[in-house]
């Protein structure tokens, strides 16, 4: 694309066939039927323009103005599209929705790009200046998916499982044990409480059948 092109803000500015197949925008309407394994496939191979790459320049109030490089470096979660030449927060685009309650309210970055550069830095710093909740939680949601896929962590749903199923064998023991503490008491003809169980605080003074679930 020429550089003195003055886009339509927000519609397509490039042809689909000179953009890379990850270019944010070229996906944009996809995202919601993204398997995990898309995504994270997005998340590690979402187009960034080289240091060659010349950006569009569109009129501002009479100026021209484009898309600055060093936003990239300043916002590692910014990400730039040249279908659309509108920069996304990826991390937003991707897991707003299950991040907040707010997530709704959330416009330009989010669901749709950010296309005005004249005061694009200070929209940029609002957004990653630690007040919009849904802009955090994005972002340790996508690092702990992406930890998840790497299998550096066990899911929390296969964690959960792992604890219930811990619990279920230890409820096992203990039924176990006291079943065979029963039967004994039974064959043997043991009275459960003896006869100094009546204060269950004082060690010295627990019954029969207190006594064997100890043992056992």
């Keep these: 694309m020429a550089e003195n092109v003055t886009p339509t803000r927000g519609k397509p500015v490039e042809d689909k066939a000179n953009c890379s197949p990850f270019d944010l925008g070229v996906l944009f309407e996809e995202l919601r039927q993204f398997s995990d394994q898309r995504k994270f496939e997005l998340i590690n191979n979402v187009w960034r323009p080289g240091s060659t790459f010349l950006f569009p320049k569109t009129k501002e109030s009479g100026r021209n103005r484009r898309f600055n490089s060093s936003w990239l470096q300043d916002f590692p979660w ?25 997530s709704a309210k959330l416009d330009k970055l989010v669901k749709s790009p950010l296309t005005f550069w004249t005061t694009a830095f200070n929209r940029l710093s609002n957004h990653a200046n630690g007040k919009c909740s849904t ?18 962590v066990v899911p929390v749903d ?7 199923q811990q619990q279920i064998a ?9 079943f065979k503490t029963v039967l004994f008491c039974g064959r043997n003809n043991i009275a459960f409480r003896g006869s100094r169980d009546e204060d269950p605080s004082n060690e010295s003074l627990k019954g029969n059948f207190q006594a064997l679930c100890i043992f056992e």
């Design 170 to 178: 230890k409820n096992r023991t203990i039924m176990a044990s006291l």
């Design 158 to 164: 296969q964690q959960l499982n792992t604890i219930l």
């Design 135 to 152: 802009h955090n939680l994005s972002v340790i949601a996508m690092n702990n998916f992406v930890r998840v896929m790497k299998q550096e």
């Design 78 to 102: 910014l990400v730039y599209s040249r279908y659309l030449d509108g920069a996304f927060c990826l991390p937003c685009v991707l897991f707003a929705r299950q991040c907040g309650r707010n």
